[in-house]
């Protein structure tokens, strides 16, 4: 039989997404022209909302899989006028608590006037965003700027993975001496995902000819006119296990063909990881889920993951894949 496919999410599976969210919460703040901390003060505020409180998993518990998309959900749900003025006294008085619970109020009532969800909405529209709309698009280019020229410019590449490199490469050569062969699924583009990889030496660790990131996902829906095709989707965990050209055969068709099939195993953190997989499972495809506990992902949702039969389990760090996967018999 062949060996077993372990398709695995980046961030916060191997690459730490910390940076990026920061980078979404200072978007949305520059952007609707409330003050931005600087130092120890900016320290504070994002570990608040991202250690204590978790800012992330307004957007990320409801299957939005891009920080792209907490950036713009936070934008606009701040400029109502009591938000604004309540989150800019917040800020002000370097209360950090009553600006973030403000922000995750806001989102939450956001999503109430949004658009009713269904499993071929993009989830994002639930809070009322368009991904195609003009708002979004400023959103994304001002997060990239910023995230080109402070987070990423200033990171120490050591800092960007999970646990650690040394950590990240143990897990990794354990997979792959266990049979395994090993894929990235992420939202990140090409070359966000490559830079820290290459930098370590890890490049060559996954079959990079079925590597799934956001430039492959946006070319589908280009030469295909459908989407969004990006997690929650099934789309690229069929990519991912299948290659590009038998995912676009299996999108035209709604179904795999009877030749597809092959044990595999995918390692996500998020809600989007976890409907991708089981909506890729819908339309025949035998994939198994491993749960990474992280920042975005609550505890309602890991309870919801951890009793699905195709949960293999749930694991605090990608270290611990390799265990689970050897007792359940993933692994030839």
Request: negative net charge.
């Amino acid at each position: 039989m062949e060996n077993p496919l372990v398709i695995l999410d980046a961030d916060g599976v191997f690459l730490d997404e910390r940076c990026y969210w920061d980078t979404a919460l200072r978007t949305a703040l520059s952007l609707n022209r409330l003050p931005v901390p600087a130092g120890d003060a900016w320290r504070a505020l994002t570990e608040t909302a991202f250690g204590r409180l978790g800012l992330q998993r307004v957007t990320k518990s409801r299957g939005c899989n891009s920080n792209h998309d907490l950036a713009a959900v936070l934008f606009v749900a701040m400029q109502d006028r009591v938000t604004w003025e309540t989150t800019e006294r917040a800020l002000r008085d370097a209360d950090w608590g009553l600006a973030v619970s403000t922000m995750v109020y806001a989102c939450d009532v956001q999503r109430r006037f949004g658009k009713a969800m269904d499993d071929l909405t993009d989830p994002i529209e639930a809070f009322g965003v368009r991904r195609d709309g003009a708002a979004f698009s400023v959103v994304c280019a001002t997060f990239q700027s910023f995230l080109e020229s402070s987070h990423l410019a200033a990171a120490e590449v050591s800092d960007m993975f999970c646990g650690g490199v040394d950590a990240v490469r143990d897990a990794l050569t354990t997979l792959r001496d266990m049979g395994c062969t090993l894929v990235v699924c992420t939202g990140r583009d090409e070359a966000e995902l490559m830079r820290p990889l290459d930098a370590v030496g890890l490049g060559d660790a996954f079959a990079t000819d079925r590597t799934v990131t956001a430039d492959v996902v946006e070319s589908a829906e280009v030469q295909t006119s459908v989407g969004p095709l990006g997690k929650p989707h099934w789309f690229p965990v069929v990519c991912a296990t299948f290659g590009r050209e038998a995912a676009m055969r299996a999108l035209r068709d709604g179904e795999l063909s009877n030749d597809m099939n092959r044990r595999v195993v995918y390692v996500g953190d998020g809600v989007s990881d976890f409907a991708a997989v089981r909506r890729a499972r819908a339309i025949g495809l035998d994939v198994a889920f491993v749960l990474v506990r992280s920042g975005a992902t609550g505890d309602a949702d890991r309870e919801m993951i951890a009793d699905q039969s195709f949960t293999l389990g749930v694991v605090d760090a990608l270290t611990e894949v390799p265990m689970l996967l050897a007792s359940v018999e993933v692994a030839s």
